[in-house]
């Protein structure tokens, strides 16, 4: 198996494993929400109907809301930039496969903490996420610069 194909597995499988994280967060929000009136179900209904359980209700559906849009802000950019490290030629492949493995498990840990109100850890989830990113992302300029200076060594102008 080539380094590529071996590549392009990782990724595969994190980009599996990334629709599989955020399908069961969105089903658990589904589940957290206020629902319609209308639905003839609660799933977080209250025995008491008082102010405290309101606001309870209330914190839950938001932070479930929040892990969601978080994931949307997140995910596309962060599977387009990893996918695009396999369509690039030349690029580091063993830097594709870290990246990948690091923003799939950084995404999970995010939404576990951020479900469970660990803070710092969950800006520590996120920020890895985003430096596996990043990284991968200087790989490309790397290469782009490499690519551009060797282009401009090849083509000097004659005398």
Same mark, same amino acid.
Request: glycine share 2%.
């Given at each position: 198996m080539s380094d590529l194909e071996r590549t392009r597995k990782v990724v595969v499988l994190c980009t599996a494993g990334l629709f599989c994280k955020f399908l069961l967060t969105s089903l658990l929000q589904g589940a957290k929400r206020v629902r319609a009136p209308e639905d003839?179900?609660?799933?977080?209904?209250?025995?008491k109907d008082d102010d405290k359980s309101?606001?309870? =209700?209330?914190d839950t559906e938001k932070r479930w809301q929040?892990?969601?849009l978080n994931d949307l802000e997140n995910i596309p950019i962060g599977l387009l930039l990893l996918w695009g490290g396999l369509i690039i030629p030349s690029s580091n492949n063993n830097t594709t496969r870290?990246?990948?493995?690091?923003? =799939?498990?950084?995404r999970i840990l995010h939404s576990f903490f951020y479900i469970f109100q660990?803070?710092?850890?969950?800006?520590?989830?996120?920020l890895s996420g985003l430096l596996s990113i990043i990284a991968? $992302?200087?790989i490309w300029f790397l290469l782009f610069f490499k690519l551009f200076f =060797? $282009?401009?060594i090849q083509f000097k102008?004659?005398?």
């Open positions: 003839g179900f609660q799933l977080l209904k209250t025995k309101k606001e309870k =209700l209330f929040r892990i969601i870290i990246c990948s493995i690091v923003f =799939l498990v950084s660990l803070m710092p850890w969950r800006f520590f989830a996120w991968h $992302l200087l =060797l $282009l401009f102008p004659c005398k």
